[in-house]
């Protein structure tokens, strides 16, 4: 499965709690990457890091924020500021910047 | 930024048929394309994949067709089987020179193969 954990894979909150999604690999990839997946839709970068201790914003960072203190996790937390939390969230890997991108098993958030 | 547009947004084929399934993309300096397959409730995961070095990359029953002047590319899939129903998504990146492998998708096309 491609050695990238994701967790829980179902979550439910209650709306105006910040919530914590963990992405841990052990490919020993550089590049770790999160994506937004709404229903019927591709796959948006929320943020991305090619290198420990290092992150940059994505397309729809609003709302998120990333740490990248081991080179095996990315966690992801949904804060009380993002407007539409409620999506499945996929984070993925690569070796290099160049490199193909490997998937975690997503996690699905639902905020009500 | 990088644009991908992608169509049809969903295709339906008879079994054995062949499906194409097209993309086009914003940014001359994109260099590397991927291809993922998403079966329902599952992660994306690559097919195939091209670099603006070639213009065509086969594996078994599936290939990819670049054309970097016109700006597309896009995904064959010959003698469909159901078990290629599924989503399928084209990305583009500006790779090595980008700021870090920035894959922009497209919005998927929806594949139901027809027994």
């Known amino acids: 499965d491609g050695g990238i954990t994701q967790s829980p894979k179902y979550l439910f909150r209650k709306e105006g709690q910040n919530v914590t999604l963990s992405c841990e690999q052990n490919?020993?990839?550089?590049?770790m990457y999160w994506y937004r997946q709404d229903p019927g839709q591709g796959l948006r970068l929320i943020y991305y890091?090619?290198?420990?201790?290092?992150?940059q914003k994505g397309d729809i960072a609003e709302g998120y924020s990333v740490s990248r203190e081991k080179k095996e996790s990315f966690p992801l937390t949904v804060t009380s500021a993002q407007k539409n939390p409620t999506a499945f969230y996929l984070c993925?890997?690569?070796?290099?910047?160049?490199?193909?991108?490997?998937f975690g098993p997503g996690t699905r958030l639902t905020v009500t | 930024g990088e644009n991908v547009e992608q169509h049809p947004s969903t295709l339906s084929v008879q079994e054995g048929d062949s499906a194409v399934i097209k993309c086009t993309y914003s940014?001359?300096?994109?260099?590397?394309f991927p291809w993922y397959k998403q079966e329902l409730g599952k992660r994306p995961q690559l097919i195939i994949d091209?670099?603006?070095?070639?213009g065509e990359k086969k594996d078994q029953r599936i290939a990819v067709t670049l054309n970097k002047t016109a700006k597309h590319f896009s995904l064959h899939i010959t003698e469909t089987q159901p078990e290629d129903s599924a989503v399928y998504f084209c990305a583009a990146s500006g790779g090595i020179k980008a700021a870090g492998n920035k894959l922009t998708f497209g919005g998927g096309t929806r594949v139901l193969v027809k027994p």
């Open positions: 091209i670099r603006s070095n070639v």
């Open positions: 940014d001359s300096a994109s260099n590397y």
């Open positions: 490919l020993n990839h550089d590049a």
């Open positions: 890091s090619q290198i420990v201790n290092d992150f």
């Open positions: 993925a890997s690569s070796k290099d910047r160049a490199g193909e991108q490997y």
